[in-house]
């Protein structure tokens, strides 16, 4: 790339990648065995064993590791391995590929020999363990003597405090995302570098592949704020080539020139949210009143809520949308500002929320008594911290944790993951359908096979087995939902194919309402009689509504002509 001016260089800034954090870094404390020693270990046994562990690590040998040296399970250590190729930036076509190979497996060890097959980049997936620790809770010793985790501050220092926005709170992630960084870089930086490499005057060094791999976590721009470009390239520029201490003899930096760079460019992620949230637009799509009286939009319903995305100014790639304090609303919404976006939904209550698009990650948090319906989500969809919601989506990996009396309806090829907090959470098979649904599915990189919604895997804090967290939903509470907005597209039936218990509860639901519908037929009532059995029919069905609270549903997607054409055609 180009060389940057004198006066360019005050415009260059390091910030933290939100998506391995907040889908790499689980919400729990850390592994006991996951010290620094021991990561450090990974990388020096991985080295040993050639082409199998290094530069790209095989699950093989992962296996090994976090078996018979960290005393972990089996489907654990998969855990890990999964979510670091998950996380990986690889093409869609590449996870296809995998799908339909663990598609076409009849059993666990068909499976097993698939899983073998796999593997993920060495350096990025010890740094995808090491930033577990950013969920732990207390600066302790590890288990094992001897070994002192690399101290996280649990607030920031006055310098950090300079590099946030001003409006940005201490409670958003991001920020605590950027605390874990600048306080543990060079603990990163020694996981990522090989000792025997030194300079002239015996002072360590930071190879140029390592750098390339820490960037999988920090991002960089020249401008601030309109594009990202590579750490790397940004510490290899001959203007900069004295602050980070390159020297391109060796294609290596000084480490301590690097580590003092990149914390002194360390600042606020221009396309998070906090950023999004200060210089991004303000979306004003059309909303459903569930609390309009007389067709009157109640004040209270709308005090708050905020809608806005960061498409303006942001990268493709760097996409979001943020859905804040919808109270007893109702959205409905499709098109580009959705395509390819990161989406957070975020205190939302009493209200339902149809987001019928390709969208990258959708996370959703701290909402009550709402349902949300998802198009294709192409990595992971994360629910934190929800009470009594109602989740429809296709995605390739959900992560749930802190969450009670909720139902989730999934087609994901991938295990659910239920992490500690959660209390009856109920998982079904996705049951519905829109026209465009294929088309987003092939998008992000999805396919109806193979399908692992039923097969959850609960850990608490203690990464022991939880099954009293989730269950089934049993059979006779299923019903497929119908998404009530009209627009082209070719999908006319739920992808894949219902498992045989929950296929059999609706044909036998549907065989009842023929039978009832006979009965009546042949009633032979008069013209007068079915008059009043109609009204009768009515009025329970009013109280039925009113009683399940689905009236406020139906009320709130009464919209405008103007608003329901915006649902398929506006952004």
Known sequence: MEDITAEGMSEIVLWVKPEPFNFGALHLPPHSRLSLHNIKKIVVYSKTKGQLGFPRLS?????????NKLQMTEELAWMYFSLCDLLSEKSRDHFL??????????????????????????????????????????????????????????????????????????????????????????AMLELLTNPDLLDRHGEAMVPYDAVVSLAWLIGGSVDRRCSATPMYDLATMPALETATGYSRDVNAFSFKALCSWIQGSLGVNPFGISSCIIGGRRLSWPLGDDS????????????????????????????????????????????????????????????YIYLLAPMRSVSIQKCKNSTVVLGAVETTLQVIG?????????????????TT??????????????????????????????????????????????????????????????????????????????????????????PGELPYVYKTAVQQREQHISAWQSSVKEAGLSKQQRKQFQAIVEAKFQQWLIETGHKRELDGLVMSAHSASAVVNKK
Request: glycine share 4%.
């Open 97 to 186: 590929r995998w799908d339909k190979l663990f598609g076409s497996c009849t059993d666990q060890e068909e499976k097993d020999k698939i899983r073998n097959q796999m593997t993920v980049d060495t350096l990025h997936f010890v740094l995808l363990v090491f930033i577990q620790h950013l969920n732990k809770i207390s600066l302790r010793s590890s288990l094992i003597p001897g070994e002192e985790w690399p101290a996280r501050a649990r607030s920031p220092s006055p310098d950090l405090e300079n590099r946030a926005s001003p409006s940005m709170s201490r409670s958003l992630d991001e920020h605590n995302h950027l605390s874990f960084v600048v306080s543990n870089l060079s």
């Open 405 to 494: 009396t909720s139902a989730f309806h999934l087609l994901t090829p991938n295990q659910p993951l239920i992490l500690q907090g959660c209390i009856h959470v109920v998982i079904a098979p996705y049951h519905t359908f829109y026209p465009q649904l294929e088309d987003h599915m092939r998008a992000v990189g999805l396919s109806a096979h193979p399908n692992s919604w039923d097969k959850a895997f609960s850990i608490d804090k203690d990464y022991k087995d939880d099954p009293s967290a989730w269950h089934l939903m049993d059979s006779k509470n299923f019903y497929l939902f119908n998404i009530p907005f009209d627009m082209d597209g070719v999908t006319k039936a739920i």
């Open 386 to 402: 929800c009470k009594s919601v109602k989740i429809i989506a296709v995605c390739r990996q959900l992560i749930v944790s802190t």
């Open 292 to 351: 309009a009286v007389d067709g009157s939009p109640t004040n209270s319903s709308l005090i708050g809520s905020r809608l806005v995305s960061n498409e303006n100014y942001a990268p493709p790639k760097y996409k979001t949308v943020i859905l804040s304090q919808l109270c007893k609303r109702t959205i409905g919404r499709t098109g580009s500002t959705l395509r390819g976006s990161s989406v957070k939904v975020h205190r939302c209550h009493n209200s």
């Open 59 to 67: 699950f093989p040998v992962w296996k090994h590791i976090a078996c």
